[in-house]
C-alpha cells in the first residue's frame, strides 16, 4: 500500500532494507515515503492510485500542479446589513482557538465558528469540533470551507481599523513561512535527489501542517534530510517541490513531489512541532578548462554506459521495480554543465542503486560533477563483480 516503505531492488544489497531500519530507528512516524504507488503526474495514475487507497471520487480535493489552491467555493452571497455599531464588541468577534479577531471566519455544521486556520489545525488532530466534540468527519472529507458571509461581511464593514491590523498580522506570518533559505521546514525521513520523483505518504498532524502551509504560501517547497542521531538530522539535504497533493477524506495525504535543490543545513529549529533549519543552496563548481572539460565527458559517456549495461542486465524483477518506483534512466544530456547540479542520470543512479544512505548523503553533498562520477562508477563496478544468483 502507499505507506509502505521501498521494496528491495537487489538481494543482499538493498537500499530499501537500510532505509526501513532507518525510519523505524529515526522515529519520525508521521511520514512515509510511498514507493509501491505509481507516480502521481498524471491523471490517469492518480485515478488508479485513488482506486488503490479505496478511496471514494474526491476531485474537489485535489491540489493540481498550477498555482490554484485547493478547490472551493467562494463566499456565499450576503444580503445587505444595517448594524447599530454601538451594539458591536470587537470581542464578540474573537475565535475561540486563536483569541483573535476572526480571519476568513467558517462556521461548521453544528453551529461553531473558527478562523479557517485554527480549524484546519484542530482537524489535523482529531475530526471533532473543538468546542461541542460532534463529529466533523463528513465535513473533513468534503474539506469545504467555506467563508460565512454575513460574519465576514460584518467585520470588514463595521471594523475596518480592526480587521485591517488582522490582516496585516496574517500577512506577516504568511510572509515568514515563505523563506526559501530561513526557517525552511524540514521533513526527517528518507534520501531525495534532484530531478528525482519522491511520493510521501503524510498522515502526522505537524506534517499536515506543514504540507498546508507550503501550499498556501504559494511555495509549494520543503527540505529532506535524513535522520542524525546527534544533530536531529543530516547537514545536508534536497528541496522537494510539490507537484500534487491528494487529500484523503480522513485528512491523511498522499503528496507526489520531484527533487529540487541541493542545500547545506547552516543551523536547526522547530516550528510547531516540525523541524525547520538555515540553509544555503549547493552548486557543482564549473570546470572551464578545455582538456578538463574533455576528460569529465569522457569520464561521463563512459560511467552512463556502464550504468545502462548495469541496469539492462538486473533481474527483469527488480528491472521493473525500479522503473515504477523512479521512472527510466534519463538520456545523456547535451551539456553536463546546463545546471547546477549537474547531469540528472547521476542523481537517478544514486536514487536506484543499493547503498546505504550515509554515502548517498556523502555523494549528495558534493559540489564536484568529477568527484560524484567516480564514486557512482566504483559502485558499479562493485556491483557488477558480484556473481549473478
Known amino acids: 500500500g502507499p505507506s509502505c516503505l521501498c521494496t528491495p531492488t537487489r538481494p543482499g544489497l538493498s537500499r530499501a532494507h537500510s532505509l526501513r531500519i532507518h525510519a523505524s530507528s529515526c522515529g519520525e512516524e508521521g511520514l512515509k515515503r510511498v514507493c509501491s504507488a505509481p507516480q502521481l503526474g498524471d491523471q490517469e495514475k492518480g485515478a488508479l492510485l485513488k482506486r488503490k487507497l479505496s478511496v471514494s471520487d474526491i476531485e474537489p480535493c485535489v ?11 467562494g463566499p456565499l452571497p450576503c444580503p445587505s446589513l444595517s448594524v447599530p455599531v454601538d451594539l458591536l464588541d470587537p470581542n464578540d468577534l474573537e475565535c475561540s482557538l486563536c483569541m483573535r479577531l476572526f480571519y ?5 455544521p453544528c453551529g461553531h465558528t473558527f478562523c479557517k486556520n485554527c480549524l ?3 482537524l489535523d488532530h482529531t475530526p471533532q ?6 463529529s466533523l468527519k463528513e465535513y473533513l472529507a468534503c474539506r469545504k470551507y467555506m467563508v460565512t458571509a454575513v460574519l465576514d461581511t460584518l467585520i470588514k464593514q463595521y471594523l475596518a481599523e480592526e480587521y485591517a491590523e488582522r490582516t496585516k498580522t496574517h500577512l506577516e506570518e504568511t510572509r515568514e513561512l515563505s523563506d526559501l533559505t530561513k526557517n525552511v521546514p524540514i521533513f526527517v525521513c528518507t534520501m531525495a535527489y534532484p530531478t528525482v520523483p519522491c511520493p510521501l505518504h503524510v498522515f502526522e498532524p505537524r506534517y499536515r501542517l506543514m504540507i498546508r502551509r507550503c501550499m498556501d504560501t504559494g511555495t509549494r517547497q520543503f527540505g529532506m534530510c535524513i535522520n542524525d ?8 539535504g534536497c528541496m522537494l517541490i510539490i507537484r500534487s497533493v491528494h487529500f484523503l477524506p480522513d485528512g491523511r495525504s498522499v503528496v507526489d513531489t520531484i ?3 541541493r542545500f547545506r543545513v547552516l543551523s536547526r529549529g522547530m516550528k510547531d512541532g516540525y523541524s525547520t533549519a538555515d540553509i544555503e543552496h549547493l552548486e557543482d563548481t564549473r570546470v572551464e578548462d578545455s582538456d578538463e572539460l574533455e576528460s569529465l565527458q569522457e569520464l561521463h559517456d563512459a560511467v552512463y554506459e556502464q550504468a545502462r549495461v548495469w541496469f539492462q542486465n538486473l533481474k527483469i524483477r527488480f528491472h521493473n521495480q525500479i522503473l515504477q518506483h523512479f521512472g527510466p534512466m534519463p538520456e545523456q544530456e547535451a551539456d553536463i554543465q546546463a545546471t547546477p547540479n549537474g547531469p ?21 553533498s558534493m559540489t564536484s560533477l568529477k568527484e560524484r562520477l567516480v564514486k557512482i562508477q566504483h559502485i558499479l563496478t562493485y556491483l557488477q563483480s558480484i556473481p549473478s544468483n
Not at 469540533?129 to 460532534?134: Q, W
Not at 540528472?344 to 549528495?364: E, G, H, K, M, N
Open 344 to 364: 540528472a542520470c547521476c542523481w537517478w543512479l544514486l536514487a536506484v542503486l543499493p547503498i546505504d544512505p550515509r554515502y548517498q548523503l556523502s555523494v549528495l
Open 259 to 261: 527533487g529540487g535543490k
Open 63 to 73: 491540489v493540481d500542479s498550477g498555482i490554484s489552491k485547493h478547490k472551493k467555493q
Open 104 to 108: 476568513e471566519p467558517v462556521t461548521t
Open 229 to 236: 542521531p546527534q544533530k536531529g538530522f543530516a547537514d545536508y
Open 120 to 122: 484546519e489545525r484542530c
Open 129 to 134: 469540533c473543538p468546542l461541542c466534540k460532534e
